[in-house]
């Protein structure tokens, strides 16, 4: 069966990983990637996209055993929701533990790189050396997530601003989003009371589908979550979400910490914590911001799994603009004033 020609379906991941081999080194993409808003949106494509299949046609040239741990990507054009990616891999370094690939991707021809990333490998190991922080998840948030399960929370909206909101509740349309499915939970509770700082957002999500025995597409799944409404929840948590001009990702990198006893996608087999489910375990995301200037934001975030554990992070450089012009006019800084002085107070300083 051919690839759907609109990337806002609900696709299995497997299917939407898939990548063309076009030789040893270079690959094309089948799937069409998410549009946010579709046809309301902007017809961009979601960055996730083609940050993971980047990190996915590196994973084709490394040997086996060698399992993604880091993946830093800077996007550089907007992506084409009509225009296949092509990804060409340079070997960097094959080493006994670690291996590097640097991936250039392209679309229509004559345009240049639009996105290029720096992918890490190496081979697992273990350590007597582990700490974190332990987080009850239901515990801590006991406020907003109750006695409820992943899947009794809504579907993240297409686009997470307060017009898309709006258009959601009086059509009950959203656009379907391929290759996972993700929930995103009622914070209002939680931050309302909050600085923008000290606010959260938890995202629930699990894979579309089963996925092979394959611990690099399991990862690349990661990959691709860790950017879900990752600036419009920035813009959110500061009130800006209805005035902000332009928004785009520029640096986003993805660090794995555990072993992949933690990152399977695989159907739980004991029910120790609501994220545990015999259909396929569900990850969190803790999301937040933690600093705003010169028209960017870094949007972080912290990947739990059902054990509590830890298991990756991410970061990213995004640009929030919230004017029109490079120089604020007196009518859009009152604007932002006005959002300020309603920010409750920071109880850590």
């Given at each position: 069966m051919p690839p759907p020609q609109d990337g806002n379906v609900y696709l299995p991941f497997a299917d939407l990983?898939?990548?063309?081999?076009?030789?040893?080194?270079?690959?094309?993409s089948t799937a069409m990637p998410f549009a946010p808003g579709g046809?309301?949106?902007?017809?961009?494509?979601?960055?996730?996209?083609?940050?993971?299949q980047a990190a996915w046609a590196a994973c084709q040239t490394v040997a086996e055993g060698f399992l993604l741990h880091n993946v830093t990507g800077n996007f550089l054009l907007p992506g084409s929701v009509t225009t296949k990616f092509t990804y060409r891999v340079y070997v960097i370094r094959d080493g006994r533990s670690y291996a590097t690939r640097i991936v250039n991707v392209t679309q229509a021809q004559g345009k240049g790189i639009c996105f290029t990333c720096t992918c890490s490998f190496k081979v697992p190991e273990?350590?007597?050396?582990?700490?974190?922080?332990?987080?009850?998840?239901?515990?801590?948030?006991?406020?907003?997530?109750?006695?409820?399960?992943?899947?009794?929370?809504?579907?993240?909206?297409?686009?997470?601003?307060?017009?898309?909101?709006?258009?959601?509740?009086?059509?009950?349309?959203?656009?379907?989003?391929?290759?996972l499915t993700a929930r995103k939970v009622d914070m209002q509770r939680y931050n309302e009371s909050r600085h923008p700082l000290d606010r959260r957002q938890l995202i629930l999500y699990?894979?579309?589908?089963?996925?092979?025995?394959?611990?690099?597409?399991?990862?690349c799944a990661h990959?691709?979550?860790?950017?879900?409404?990752?600036?419009?929840?920035?813009?959110?948590?500061?009130?800006?979400?209805?005035v902000w001009t332009q928004m785009g990702s520029l640096v986003h990198s993805v660090t794995?910490?555990?072993?992949?006893?933690?990152?399977?996608?695989?159907?739980?087999?004991?029910?120790?914590?609501?994220?545990?489910?015999?259909?396929?375990?569900?990850?969190?995301?803790?999301?937040?911001?933690?600093?705003?200037a010169n028209g960017r934001a870094v949007f972080s975030s912290k990947v739990w799994s059902s054990s509590g554990t830890h298991v990756a992070s991410v970061s990213q450089d995004g640009m929030i603009r919230v004017t029109k012009k490079s120089t604020a006019s007196p009518e859009e800084g009152q604007v932002l004033k006005e959002r300020e002085f309603r920010w409750p107070p920071r109880e850590k300083l």
């Open positions: 990983v898939r990548l063309e081999k076009v030789d040893d080194r270079t690959f094309q046809p309301v949106g902007q017809r961009r494509a979601y960055g996730g996209h083609v940050y993971m273990t350590s007597p050396l582990d700490a974190q922080e332990k987080v009850d998840l239901w515990s801590k948030y006991e406020d907003v997530l109750g006695g409820n399960k992943p899947s009794d929370f809504e579907e993240c909206p297409g686009m997470d601003v307060p017009w898309y909101w709006r258009r959601r509740r009086e059509t009950g349309l959203n656009d379907a989003f391929p290759g699990r894979t579309l589908g089963n996925l092979p025995n394959d611990p690099n597409m399991h990862l990959l691709y979550a860790s950017d879900r409404n990752s600036l419009y929840i920035v813009a959110n948590h500061l009130d800006i979400g209805d794995f910490h555990s072993g992949m006893d933690e990152m399977w996608f695989r159907p739980a087999s004991e029910n120790q914590s609501p994220l545990d489910d015999p259909d396929g375990r569900w990850y969190c995301k803790e999301d937040r911001t933690d600093r705003v």
